[in-house]
């Protein structure tokens, strides 16, 4: 099979390709100038290539090019596409140095196909579940594998630190400290005492059946000292410092900026990371403590405005309730919260690819991998406890 076109846009730019037989295959030997003036005359001249048999092999083989816009990349990658939804084993060729970048970038924006319809038998619809469950199985382990290498070169960078303290950037750890931990002041303040508010409330007009409101200050003080208080902390801050190093770190990767830290030799985990990580493993046991003062602060004012517990009975209560290790208990959690925020947050960062979209997805992410984590933490830690009898 021969078929030769050849295109003659405006400004005289040439564009066409040769169409041949070559062995067991056809080649489509692109020539000239694939640019946007040309576009229309090749968009007709492509339109041919669908009496293209099922099951051919077609190479469109791209050494004759001598210019290539957006437009033209667009035309190539569409019709490999179109060929190869039609049964026709399409590859592109002999792409020129030059010319990879734009090919890929044009791929990177193709709209995804549409999924294919589902399977009418139960059988089929058994298989087609299972296989989705293996995809997302083996699409899981392949992030948890990712996230622990990225743990192990954080870990590497703060050893390496670690041995050179002057390379640590102090002023870097302070900031993240002040956004991080006295940022977050107001917010965790205000609905550490509103869950206060509302454990109390709840936990009193339950127990009251019972004529056992007094041991509403036993369950507002082992479930915000043990629980709640680290765990909503830990949310809040997933929520407000997570995504936001998600957004940071992802603007800085669309910029440019980490590949021109790595071009000028700088390590951008020693200078993005380790300051992040740091800082809020420093910050978030301090604002779980916070956390579980104001909640029992707005616990206290309900039960007075409610029970008519005084605030020194409160007290009283509040010490026969709580535990050597009450408070421990929940603390010793939040330095484990805080590394999985910020490692989650930093990583989904620099994964984000050159599109403003690409910064948003990947700040959802990250949010909501940390949340998981967190409570995955949490009950590990559960079970821990409770083998050891805390």
Known sequence: MALRVDCFAMQSAEAGFDLRTEGDALVLHAAGRWLIASAAALDRALGRLAEIAPGTRLRIDLAGLERLDTVGAWLLLRTART??????????????????????????????????????????????????????????GAEIRELVGFFGLVMVTALRTFRHPSRFRSAALVTQMDRNGVGALPIVGLLSFLIGVVIAF?????????????????????????????????????????????????????????DAMRTLGLDPVELLVLPRLVGLVLVLPLLAAYADFMALVGGALMSWGSLGVTPPFF?????????????????????????????????AGFHVSRSAESVGRLTTLSVVRSIFLVIIIDALFSVLYSRLGI
């Open 83 to 140: 060929l190869e939804a039609q049964g026709v084993v399409a590859s592109i060729e002999n792409v020129a140095p030059d010319f990879a970048p734009l090919l890929d970038q044009v791929a990177k924006g193709e709209v995804a196909p549409l999924p294919a319809p589902p399977p009418e038998g139960v059988l089929e619809r058994l298989a087609a579940i299972l296989s989705a469950i293996g995809e997302r199985t083996f699409a899981a």
């Open 202 to 258: 709840q936990g009193a007009d339950q127990l009251r059946r019972f004529g056992a409101e007094i041991f509403t200050v036993n369950l507002l003080a082992v479930g915000i000292l043990r629980e709640l208080g680290v765990l909503i902390t830990a949310i809040i801050v997933a929520g407000r410092s997570g995504s936001a190093f998600t957004a940071e770190i992802g603007a800085m990767e669309v910029n440019e900026e980490i």
């Open 315 to 347: 007290v009283r209560q509040l010490h026969q309730a709580v535990g050597e290790w009450t408070f421990w208990v929940g603390i010793l959690k939040a330095p484990f919260f805080a590394a999985t925020i910020a490692l989650v947050g930093c990583r």
